[in-house]
């Protein structure tokens, strides 16, 4: 069955960085693109990025581009979103979701992994 | 950035109850839109898209309709595993984005 795990939450200081990794499995990753999607405590679901298939395409939201750079590895079945400068703002569940046949289309979604942004 | 209202808020049901949630996008996204239903402490589960395609698993108490700027999730006879918080997102421009929520409560 589809898995997507997510890892690499934790605390982190404002201004460092901190990656995420979300493994998964049970599908073939390499066919499918894949989202980060983020939801801040207590609040609604908020996309991050996307990244195509084979990794040539990739789309952001507007507060993380320049900070956050979302990348695949298909020989590992990993996706990976590298966070920069962080800010407070971005405390959240982050949620690593596979994209269905049409890649804007997310059908599976992960555990998520809780980033917190504080001093 | 497509910005996407649903109404209501909040809405409190019974079982076996009809319940409809409507969703709003401002700008015409013909029919790439998406239902999700989220549980406390959980992840979202995608439950509709194409904004009346069911999900692989998903109940047909479940229904989706709408095109251009208006849809709605129907739920036609509530269970006790359906109190929840339901999202729409519209998928046909980057960025995605999703509505604010609609929590459905036990009455």
């Known amino acids: 069955q589809v898995q997507v795990v997510e890892s690499g939450g934790g605390v982190v200081q404002p201004g460092r960085s901190l990656r995420l990794s979300c493994a998964a499995s049970?599908?073939?990753?390499?066919?499918?693109?894949m989202h980060w999607v983020r939801q801040a405590p207590g609040k609604g679901l908020e996309w991050v990025a996307v990244?195509?298939?084979?990794?040539?395409?990739?789309h952001y939201e507007d507060s993380v581009k320049g900070r956050f750079t979302i990348s695949r590895d298909n020989s590992k079945n990993t996706l990976y979103v590298q966070m920069n400068s962080l800010r407070a703002e971005d405390t959240a569940v982050y949620y690593c979701?596979?994209?269905?046949?049409?890649?804007?289309?997310?059908?599976?979604w992960g555990q998520g992994t809780l980033v917190i942004v504080s001093s | 950035d497509i910005q996407m209202t649903q109404s209501p808020s909040s809405l409190s049901a019974s079982v076996g109850d009809r319940v409809t949630i409507t969703c709003r996008s401002s700008?015409?996204?013909?029919?790439?839109l998406a239902w999700l239903q989220q549980k406390p402490g959980k992840a979202p589960k995608s439950l509709i898209f194409?904004?009346?395609n069911l999900q692989s698993g998903v109940p047909s108490r479940f229904s989706g309709s709408g095109s251009g700027t208006d849809f709605s999730l129907t739920i036609s006879s509530l269970q006790p595993e359906d109190f929840a918080t339901y999202y729409c997102?519209?998928?046909?421009?980057?960025?995605?984005?999703f509505g604010q929520g609609t929590r459905l409560e036990i009455k």
């Open positions: 997102q519209q998928y046909n421009f980057y960025p995605l984005t």
């Open positions: 979701a596979k994209g269905g046949p049409r890649a804007e289309i997310i059908d599976y």
């Open positions: 990244i195509s298939n084979d990794g040539s395409k990739k």
């Open positions: 194409g904004a009346s």
């Open positions: 700008q015409d996204i013909s029919k790439y």
């Open positions: 049970g599908f073939t990753f390499s066919t499918y693109g």
